[in-house]
Each structure stands twice: as C-alpha cells, then as structure tokens.
C-alpha cells in the first residue's frame, strides 16, 4: 500500500491501547455531564457551508482552516470545525420542543486544517456543554462547576489546574466609563495583549482614549465586586480554590456577551484545557429574533487534557487503573482436553450470556499455554474444561486458588460474583 | 439561517432523545463485542484518497460514491466508505505488536454519497469485527456467534431473524467440478441472479458451459456436508436455530475467499442487517505478500438495525425500558426556601460527587414546579433543603414515602442506596 500505509498528517489511527485511553477519557466526559444533569446530543460530521459564512459564528480563523469542498450534488459543504453552529441551527429549529432550560452536551470529533504543532491536530475530539435558556448567575456557576469537575474525573486537584474568570460586561463598564465607545474593537486589542508588543498595542489603543497601562491597571484591579456573586455559588459548592480572576482573557470569538472562562494547567505549561463563556444574543441574532434564548456554553478538547494527563503522575496512575480494570477477558475457557471442545463451546456461551468477557483458544494449544494467553489478556479467573467433566475447574489466577463445581451450576456459581 | 436549519440531505441531527437512541445501540454493540474478547479500534475520518483506489479493495460501487476532494494541502483525501481498508492499512502496519489472533471492533461513522431510500443514508454507523490471523472453522463460527449475540442483545430471537450461511469455496469447487475455469465472473454473475431477468443471465453464463437452472439446482442443494462443521460448532454454543445455509448469497466484494454470511429480519421485508465473510488473501495482497493474516470480518448498519428495532415491539419495549432506566435525573434537589440555596448547592455538590445524576432549579421557583421537574427528568427521589434545615427531607417519588435525616449524614444515606 507505499504511501497511504500512515494516516493523514494531523489525523490518528486508535490502535485498540489508543482507542482504550480515548474511551476512558469519552466515558468520564459523559459521566460528569451527566451527574450535571445534562443530556447528550449531536450532529452530523458534513455540513452545509452556508452554516460557518454567517457572521457572528466562526471566527475568521476557522473559516481559513475549513475542510471544505463540493459534493458530488454540487453542494458546498465542510466539515464540522466546531459545534456551536450546529447547535444553535439544531436549537433554533426545535426548541419549543424542550423544556428550559437545555443542558445538552456533546462529544464529537472536528476538523480543521492547523499548522501541526503539539496540542494541535486535524481531527480532534471536543467536549461541549451548553446551557441555554437562563442568564442568571447560577447558570454561569453550574457551567463552571461542570468544567471543574470534569477535570477533577480525570484525578487533577486544585494543584494541577485553575479556572481563569474574565467578563466581557466588566471589559465593557469600566471602557464606558472611560469614554470609549467602541468597545469591541478594543476587546479584540486586549485578546492580544500579550502576544504584541506594547508600543503597537499602544498606537491602536491611541484613538480610543486608553492606554496599555490603563488596560493593565484593570486587569490588576480584578474587578471583584463584580465576580462576588458568582464566588459566593462556587464557594458553597467548595469549588472556590479551583477559580481565580483573570481579567486578560476575553476570548477571540466576537459573540460572547459576559462571563468568559478558560482552564490552564497551573504551570501554564500547555494551551487551554477548556475555554467559553455567555452567548446571550447569538441564538436571536441567527433566528432574526425568533428564538432568544440566553445561553453559556464551553468546550474541552482531547489533545491537551490527555497530554496533561500522561504528563501528571497521579492522573496517568488513575487512568492506568480504571484500564486495568476492564481487560480484555475477564473469565478465559481452558480447554484441557480436546474431546471436550464442544462442552467447553458451551461453557463459553453460558459465560457470555452471563455477561461475562470471555475468550478461549480457538486452535488445539497446550494448557500452559492456555494459561498464559488467559493470563496475557488480563483474565481474574479460568474455567478448565477437561478431565474432570460433567465438572468445571475454576482457578483464580491471582491466587491460585481452585474450586470445582458441577458443569450445570456455573450459571449459579457465576451470581455470586461481580462481571 | 435561511436553508441551512436542516443538516444536508442524508445526514442526521440527533437530539437528546435521538442520541438516547443510538447510545443505546452503540452500548449494546460494546458490550456484547467485548463479551467476545473483542477490543476496540478506530481510525480517521479522512483518510488518504490512495487507500480506496487500490485493487482488490473497495468495490467499484463504493468507489462512485466516494466523499473525495483536494485538502488545502493538494492532497486527494476522501471520507471513510467503510472501515476495511483503514483496517488493513492499521493491521499491515503493526500487526507484529499484537498476538493472534486479533479480534478488533468498531463503531464508526461513514460517508457515501448514496440515493436516498429507506435503510440507507449518506453519513450511517457501522460496527465491524474482524478476527485476524486464524483459518480455521472455530474463527468462522466465533464471528457468526458474535452477530448473532448483537442482534439477541437486543431482543430479538430466532422468529425475528436469520443469519443466512453461505461459501465461495462450495461455489469454487462445484464450478470447477463443471469445467468452469473463470469462477470469479461466474460468481459476480451468481450475486445478480435474483436481480437480473433469467435469459440476460444465461446469455451470461453461456460462455462459462453453466445455466441458471444448473446454479439453482446447486442452490438448492444446499451443500450440506460442506457446512457440517460450522453447524455443529453453533449447534454446541446453542445456536444453531439461528442459522440457514443459502447459497444464492456471494456478497458483492471481490475479496472474500470462504464462508460469507448476511443477517435478514425474518420477514425479509428489510435490506441486509448484517453481512461479512472470510478474506483470507486480502492483507497479504495489500502488503505484497509481508503480512499474511487469514481473517473473516462483518459489518452491521445502525439504520437498517433501528427500523427493525421499532419495528418489532419486543426489541422497542426492551430499548424503551433501558432509556427508561437512564433519566436525565436520579435525584433532584428542592429548594423549598430561597434562604438556603447556599445549603442546596452544598447538596447538590455531595450527591454529583458521590455519582449520582442531580439537577435543580436554577432559579427561585415554586416548590410544586420543582417537584414537577423532577417528574419530568424521571427522578427517582428528591432531596428538600427548606425549613427542616440542618435536616433534609429526602422523597421517594413513585411512592411518595418520606425520610428525614440530619443533611451530615447524606453521603452515609447514598451508600444504601445505588446511583
């Protein structure tokens, strides 16, 4: 096959010890949401470009990095760089149909054609939560507390992580006050404050009426009358250690309208584990006004947090154990003596029908080496068929230890212990 | 949003409730593939428009349906058709890190850019199981059992489908037994005789010293010697009721070599459930004679599999039962006086940790709404926090019965209970 023996650059092959870890991450994403009380949704991988050429969506950025083409039915279509297009669409057209407010999340893989560089791939995984249908300050608290605790599944403590706060209506206040009027163009200023340097930040400042240093006079202030509310709902839900103001992040996307957050490994090390914020007025600018449904939403992407992961001890051990747990097998089928096959095909079954994960060798092999594939694939338990037949020899691997039973009470002897 | 509130013609929203749905299939999938010693795999979504274009490989049909294009990088990509190729590009690779035989899964996505009609879509779902690096007997049945297993996981029995045997080797040597030296026209031939008027078919055949009549009189046969083994091993398991030997079955892919099976609804009112075969020569004719790995795999769709699953009460009753049992809330906590909201949030915070799924009113709301909430996201109790305070009142709502209990010892109440 030459060339195409490797993937697309950007893009992964889940070879099944690959696919394991992603899974553990997929299955802690879905649990968390989950306890959260929000409910799981999706949408297709291909969608109609039409969908990411609306103002106020995509940033610019996206749309120069879509993956997008022409159909065979001459149709200009993408796939999915991100899911916030997707959703409001899908919300837009359905609403009435839901209860408020919606807590749906999702775990979808997007595409977008980046520069590689570590943290970054062409296909990716990302998790999003969105509330929609309530601006309260608890519903800002609630989508916090899930990102935090999405991260606590994953064994990170407040050692190894913090939820950076920022406001854009804090941004706007203070800028009102200071006589600015266009207060967007100076928000896009502050998302580069640093990453430019001053002197040219300062010229593009001059014809609004702030400076750099006014901006990081602001930004050490903290604004913490304004934050008050929202720590007290964090606080007594014991998740205050895990936050702290951070006035310098205000987020590229243009549609956010106030609280905006972003997740950094405390060494701040790596890009952000997790990021979003409000979107009050996206839902009614793309219906022309017919659904206004306030809204926060955030995503978390898999290539930075399973870095993290692999890089902290303590999470890569949890991750480690929760894998070890689930083997392969977890009863192996000895068949000890060939004349049996057919007896031990149906122990097999019986196990399976047990709900047991089991596996057994297929061709005529030596018991030791029966033994050794049962003990390979991480099996707790053996049940030889063989010699002592109408009975079944169950060994426990770990211990050594032996009980024999009667072929006909496996099902029974299976209801004492835990798949 | 104009026209593009709907996702393109072919592919699906799947909100909450239609997620619900395909997480149930996808679980069941899961579940019963590892039973089996099945791990799971996966590859791009993108992959390399090379991978499709070789022999041998996809068929001409999939070829013409292809999602391909130009990345931004001048690269012919196209999105995955099926996972075969993939497959063998990942198993050619690396087959040396893994012992044999292989037995790997997945649950993937598709893109085909079909007719639209019932049961087939243009973005579906597909599980594959392939076992890679054993010829024999016991491989076919194993992979046999397993489709059968899937579809009795979700409550259908042997009144509601069939898996119909078949094999090109019996094929290959009754036409050879007849003189026919080009067996693989004859065969492609053989995959049209029920779609094709008998006279354009014998003129086909003609050249081969075959007739229509001569193919079904062997159809009809049935060659049950040849099967002998295989039915004793699904006879031994107990399932040899699930079973039929047709041999009017081929499959449309050039590269099977042996046994090919396809499961039907009973009525065969509905496309093809499942079907799969045995390739033994395909990884070696890929890797040029490196890697030679008998294998037999299978494919089973998420369309055709939901239409007979609410088209067959049993199978909807049992899915039905099973999303029943998931609610978007176990336990909903009560806020029955505003004053200890603080105290709520602490709650709500202990019962997320200890697992549980939990929600509550975002905003002051009347106690009867809250219970009424509750209700609706299938809560099995609710947790007041009101004027008992420091005691909670937990409520079993299906029975009404009432406990209270000092809030500290809520974490200890959870542990006689099940999240």
């Known amino acids: ?13 889940f070879y099944p010890e690959d696919c394991a870890r992603r ?29 990411y050429a609306k103002k106020n969506e995509s940033g610019a950025e996206i749309l120069g990095q879509l993956y997008n083409f022409k159909d065979r039915g001459e149709r200009d279509v993408a796939l999915r760089p991100e899911m916030t297009p997707t959703l409001a669409r899908m919300v837009i057209a359905r609403e009435r149909a839901y209860r408020k407010p919606l807590k749906w999340f999702s775990t979808s893989n997007f595409f977008r054609y980046e520069r590689q560089q570590k943290g970054r791939l062409r296909e990716f995984i990302q998790f999003n939560a969105d509330l929609m249908g309530d601006a309260s300050t608890a519903a800002d608290a609630e989508s916090v507390a899930l990102t935090i605790d999405l991260l606590r599944e994953f064994g990170f403590t407040k050692e190894d992580f913090v939820i950076r706060l920022s406001d854009r209506k804090a941004w706007i206040d203070y800028l009102q006050g200071r006589g600015v009027s266009d207060t967007k163009s100076v928000l896009a200023i502050i998302d580069k404050l640093e990453r430019e340097p001053e002197e040219s930040l300062d ?8 400076t750099v240093a006014d901006l990081r006079g602001f930004i050490a202030a903290g604004s913490p009358e304004h934050f008050a509310p929202l720590i007290e709902e964090l606080t007594a839900r014991g998740l205050k250690d895990f936050v702290e103001i951070d006035l310098s992040i205000v987020r590229g996307l243009a549609y956010y309208t106030g609280l905006v957050f972003e997740a950094f490994d405390r060494s701040k090390s790596m890009r952000a584990l997790a990021g ?19 809204a926060i939403g955030f995503g978390m992407g898999d290539v930075v947090l399973g870095n993290l992961i692999e890089e902290t001890p303590h999470a890569l051990a949890k991750m480690e154990q929760a894998l070890a747990a689930a083997p ?19 122990v097999v079954q019986t196990l399976r029908d047990a709900g047991w994960r089991t596996d057994f060798s297929l061709d005529a092999a030596k018991v030791g080496k029966q033994f050794q594939a049962a003990e390979q694939l991480g099996a707790r338990y053996a049940v030889v068929v063989g ?3 109408p009975n079944l020899k169950i060994k426990t691997l770990a211990t050594r230890a032996e009980v024999t039973i009667p072929h006909e009470t496996l099902a029974e002897w299976l209801k004492t212990t835990q798949p």
């Open 203 to 210: 010229a593009k400042l001059a014809p609004h009426g702030v």
């Open 328 to 346: 392969a097998a977890e009863i192996y089928t000895v068949v000890a003596d060939e004349s049996r096959r057919r007896e031990a095909l149906g």
């Open 23 to 51: 899974g553990y991450v997929l299955d802690g994403w879905r649990r968390v949401a989950r306890r959260y009380g929000f409910v799981e949704m999706d949408g297709p991988v291909l969608e109609s470009m039409e969908l």
């Open 387 to 389: 010699g002592e037949w």
């Open 276 to 294: 979003g914020g409000r979107y009050d007025d996206l839902l009614g600018d793309l219906s022309d006004g017919s659904v206004k449904l306030p």
């Open 1 to 13: 096959m030459g060339g195409s023996m490797r993937p697309l650059p950007g893009f992964r092959d």
